[in-house]
């Protein structure tokens, strides 16, 4: 999602928003603009995963209360989804009700998102205490194993801290186009621009590190706040109807212009200042959980980690590639990212 500074929810270092550079194509800048606020067609396997509508409730956390949506029955394996940057629960409304038969499913919305509460500080260790209290809440421990973990970029960071800091807490974890590693260097940059001048490309890479301390822009209307919704890093959705449902459910109503109501994002836009991210510093890996990570052939998050060398999910990890896919899998090839996960789990952890 972005606003009009423009903002985006997710860098290339999976870590902090960060401004875009202006020129996007259309179709990358503002990718729902053509459909003026109607809802694009949908298939029937969408639809049908739709209707099979979760549970939602609220769990308190530290003072926060945090969304939980849940879908099957208690009792049963529990797996646990977690969200990516600036995201919400409802990024898996779509993946979670395909595994609903065999598992008691839950997603969660970290504090600072979706709508759970705002916080005054953040950090890895608070968020992985939500994600514990929420498979409590949610019975995923009453099942004949622990549960397991899948996270998404930013969510897959929270997994990756879960499963090193408190692998008795899982049987496994999945993560899903993770990746670690420092904002670019300027040798980077300077590469980067010269590549896209080359490739006769807009620029689209993020500059610098954003420290937000205003609030977010309330748009008059919903067709113009869907017309601010759009991905990072930089890349046209694979299907627009998925686009559209998540940024639908990112934004929420607000009073506008004294009398009239308006749209806002539910994200915290001081939460990248807010969050203190030494959690994630010297952690011993010996001793994790089991992990897998699956991600996207074209993921621009795992192409520059690989070529910076610097990522920190161990080496041996065993990966599963989703082909024609960027970093938002569930949007671009979301069926192919449900047939790996059940794949995956149907036979993993041993």
């Not at 993946?95 to 065999?102: K, S, Y």
């Not at 800091?165 to 590693?181: H, K, N, Q």
Request: charged share 20%; aromatic share 10%; glycine share 10%.
């Amino acid at each position: 999602m972005a606003d009009d500074e423009p903002l985006a929810p997710e860098r290339l270092d999976d870590d902090q928003p960060a401004p875009l550079e202006p020129g996007l194509p259309p179709e990358v800048a503002s990718p729902l603009a053509p459909f003026k606020g109607a809802r694009p067609a949908s298939p029937a396997w969408f639809d049908a995963a739709l209707a099979r509508a979760p549970e939602r409730t609220f769990v308190p956390v530290e003072g926060a209360d945090i969304e939980l949506l849940t879908w099957g029955e208690r009792g049963k394996p529990g797996l646990i989804f977690v969200h990516g940057n600036s995201a919400h629960a409802d990024w898996w409304s779509f993946i979670a009700p395909f595994f609903a038969d065999a598992w008691r499913v839950a997603a969660v919305s970290l504090s600072g998102m979706g709508a759970s509460d705002w916080r005054e500080r953040y950090s890895f260790e608070t968020y992985a205490e939500e994600i514990r209290q929420c498979g409590l809440a949610a019975g995923l421990y009453e099942g004949p194993t622990k549960p397991v973990y899948v996270g998404h970029s930013f969510g897959g960071a929270q997994v990756f801290h879960s499963a090193l800091r408190y692998p008795e807490r899982m049987s496994a974890c999945i993560l899903v186009d993770t990746g670690f590693g420092g904002p670019p260097t300027t040798e980077e940059m300077t590469r980067w621009e010269k590549e896209e001048g080359a490739a006769g490309k807009a620029p689209g890479r993020w500059r610098g590190l954003s420290q937000r301390t205003r609030p977010n822009r309330v748009y008059p209307t919903l067709e113009e706040a869907l017309t601010r919704f759009r991905f990072m890093p930089p890349q046209v959705p694979g299907n627009l109807y998925i686009a559209d449902f998540i940024a639908r459910r990112s934004l929420k109503a607000m009073p506008f212009g004294g009398s009239g109501q308006g749209w806002t994002w539910r994200f915290d836009p001081g939460l990248w200042t807010k969050l203190d991210r030494s959690g994630m510093i010297s952690l011993e890996t010996r001793g994790a959980a089991p992990m897998v990570h699956i991600y996207g052939d074209r993921s621009a998050i795992v192409q520059r980690h690989r070529a910076m060398g610097r990522d920190l999910i161990p080496a041996d990890t065993p990966s599963i590639v989703i082909p024609d896919c960027e970093h938002h899998i569930m949007v671009d090839q979301p069926l192919a990212l449900v047939a790996a996960l059940r794949a995956l789990l149907a036979v993993w952890p041993a």
